[in-house]
């Protein structure tokens, strides 16, 4: 199946490539036997999702005030997922972790309860598609 890429999207899977080629390179110059596997799709965050609109007023619902909503280096899963349903609306987020994927990851345990309410809210709330 094929979809529809932009020039933007294609520029940073060649920068990717790139480094990839280049971290390869250096590595084989150092005697290593290198192998590239497990590639995935970036994901750009969509800033006018309906899911996103929902989640922002369910936030302001329950907090009464405004999230801070930003781009981050993360969204693995959305990288992953938006690859193959490219036309899936979706967000990433969850509670505050410190040193993903690493033996240091930790939870923030008092953001878990925050983020299991705001995530039911967002559920019993999201817009009917």
């Not at 899963?77 to 033996?103: A, Q, R, V, W």
């Not at 345990?109 to 809210?121: E, G």
Request: proline share 6%; aromatic share 8%.
């Amino acid at each position: 199946r094929m979809r529809a890429i932009d020039s933007v999207s294609i520029a940073k899977m060649l920068e990717k490539e790139a480094l990839g080629d280049a971290i390869k390179a250096a590595l084989e110059l150092a005697g290593f036997d290198v192998v590239l596997s497990g590639s995935y799709d970036g994901w750009a965050p969509n800033m006018q999702s309906p899911i996103l609109k929902a989640m922002l007023a369910s936030y302001e619902a329950l907090y009464g005030k405004s999230p801070a909503v930003m781009a981050i280096h993360a969204g693995l899963e959305c990288g992953i997922i938006g690859g193959k349903y490219p036309n899936l609306d979706m967000i990433s987020f969850g509670p505050t972790i410190c040193y993903p994927h690493s033996p240091d990851e930790k939870v923030e345990i008092a953001s878990v309860a925050k983020f299991y309410d705001f995530l039911l809210h967002t559920l019993n709330n999201a817009p009917k598609k």
